[in-house]
């Protein structure tokens, strides 16, 4: 049984920083890619960041370059999310997720976390 556990959400200040953290259990990742998203109250959930378990290929939006960093640790089966400088708009819950490296649609998904940034 595959399992996708978040930690590591909280209450920071704008400016502030947090590290999300996912780890993967119940099957081999190889050849998955490991994403985060991300959905704030009466929005659509929205793609943050990816990476290639193999490789360590990433792949950002377009809103959060220079600002969050995806990566994993494949002895800990973690993949992480650092997040620097958060903006009161990345007030949301984080989702950790999982696909095959080569489907359209991410199969797994964590619980999330709450993570919220004060003004």
């Known amino acids: 049984q595959v399992q996708l556990i978040e930690s590591g959400g909280g209450l920071v200040q704008a400016g502030g920083s947090l590290r999300l953290s996912c780890a993967a259990s119940g099957r081999t990742f190889s050849n998955y890619v490991m994403g985060w998203f991300r959905q704030a109250p009466e929005k659509e959930r929205e793609f943050v960041a990816r990476?290639?378990?193999?490789?360590?290929?990433?792949y950002y939006a377009d809103s959060m370059k220079g600002r969050f960093t995806i990566s994993r640790d494949k002895a800990k089966n973690t993949v992480y999310l650092q997040m620097n400088n958060l903006k009161p708009e990345d007030t949301a819950v984080y989702y950790c997720?999982?696909?095959w490296g080569a489907g359209t649609e991410y199969t797994y998904w964590g619980q999330g976390t709450q993570v919220t940034v004060s003004s």
């Open positions: 990476i290639t378990w193999n490789g360590g290929v990433t």
């Open positions: 997720a999982a696909k």
